[in-house]
């Protein structure tokens, strides 16, 4: 079975940031042995054995994993591969890298559902929801220039956006993936510049709401979501410097 000659390929890890070590090692396992879409993963007792740390430290990596769908546990079965996953060349970070490529994954559902959800508030949206939009996208722009930490004002501004749907459960659905993918400050997805010229796109997003013009408003929140995407391919993807 690969998931048994899968753990010839890693070796004890003698690191102090053992979670980031398993990671990588475990990617390079993967890439190695030529486990496949749909195979099982060795067990986490045999993976913590053959790397030399507790099954605490494999159980926080493969929970990052499935967070991020690039496995799935199936009580009772074991543990599968759900995701391609390739080894980096140590210019990018694996979890970086694999971090990206989830938040490419979540942006291809991001858009299906934030197209719908932006024509709807561009049709319900009240008088004011219309203002309270108009108030968080003026809040959004005004922390962007500052050069502050813009994720909450930016939450509050695409919940307002949300709400304004008359389906509550656009703005749930959204919400937990965001929750399931939390990017630390450490975090290059997580940083104040990431993405910073796809915010003068958002004024076209706050328009095309309050003024009623979904076919604007739908414009505007694929022009956005296409800068976020190519700032993560570039980011997962980047050159060393010469």
Known sequence: MRSRSALSFLQPIETRDRGVAVLDALADMITRSEIEIGDRLPSETSLATRLGVGRSTIREALNRWEGAGIIRR?????TFLTARVQSTDGI???????????????IEVRRA???????KAAI???????????STYEVLMATVEARQPWHKADDEFHGAIY?????????????RFEEALERSPESPFGQVDFALTSFPLHKGLCEGVINKDPEKATKAINAILDVVESEIKRIINQKPRH
């Not at 890298?97 to 490419?104: F, I, M, S, T």
């Not at 319900?124 to 108009?134: D, K, P």
């Not at 709400?163 to 919400?175: C, D, T, W």
């Open 124 to 134: 319900n949206a009240t008088v004011s929801q219309c203002e309270e939009i108009s």
């Open 74 to 78: 199936r009580r009772g079965s074991g």
């Open 163 to 175: 709400a304004a749907s008359g389906n509550p459960m656009f703005g749930q659905i959204l919400r």
């Open 113 to 119: 559902l934030e197209n719908a959800v932006v024509q």
């Open 92 to 106: 990018v970070p694996t979890l970086v890298k694999l971090g990206g490529e989830a938040l490419l994954r979540l």
